[in-house]
């Protein structure tokens, strides 16, 4: 697609659920990045895919956050149990090649944990 | 370990004045990049610039111009005769070389131009 495609863009869910965020990135690129905005806050880098190396998980706030992304292409970010402090705007950026040049970001999924 | 701060959280002017977002980095590297991203009320991020550290030339577009100075780490963005639209949060970010290139984000300046 001609952008990064994130779904749901508002997600509401009673605390101690499990939620699924999906990123679908810009075809072709080959780096994918999920970073969590908290209300008021500067964005925090949770998880980095680039090609079919394992991935950075160095970001994730704890073991209730985990990430895959099947066949290079479509990420899914999987939040269980979750918790209040959780509630933020989860972003999803791509980009292609190494530098840092050409970041595109999506919307985002706003999640609200109640 | 990389850091970006923007010492200003809030910046309000009235339209046409201008306006100077500060950003101040940190790294340890030698090649890295900065970048400028915006934020409006639809809450979508809006690349605005990315800058090598092999370059230190200042760049113009339009009404914005950016001013990257090594010597002081400082990576600062100008707003000339600003607009309403131009009312968001705007990011500062940093990503190094050998980082695996994840952006690091400052803390953002919310710049709110008034008619």
Known sequence: GAGVSQSPSNKVTEKGKDVELRCDPISGHTALYWYRQSLGQ?????????????????GLPSDRFSAERTGGSVSTLTIQRTQQEDSAVYLCATFLGKGGYGYTFGSGTRLTVV | AQKVTQAQTEISVVEKEDVTLDCVYETRDTTYYL??????????????????????????SGRYSWNFQKSTSSFNFTITASQVVDSAVYFCALSEWDAGNMLTFGGGTRLMVKP
């Open chain 2, 35 to 60: 970048f400028w991203y915006k934020q409006p009320p639809s809450g979508e991020l809006v690349f605005l610039i990315r800058r090598n550290s092999f370059d230190e030339q200042n760049e113009i």
């Open chain 1, 42 to 58: 500067g964005l925090e880098f949770l998880i980095y895919f680039q090609g079919n190396s394992a991935p950075d998980k160095s």
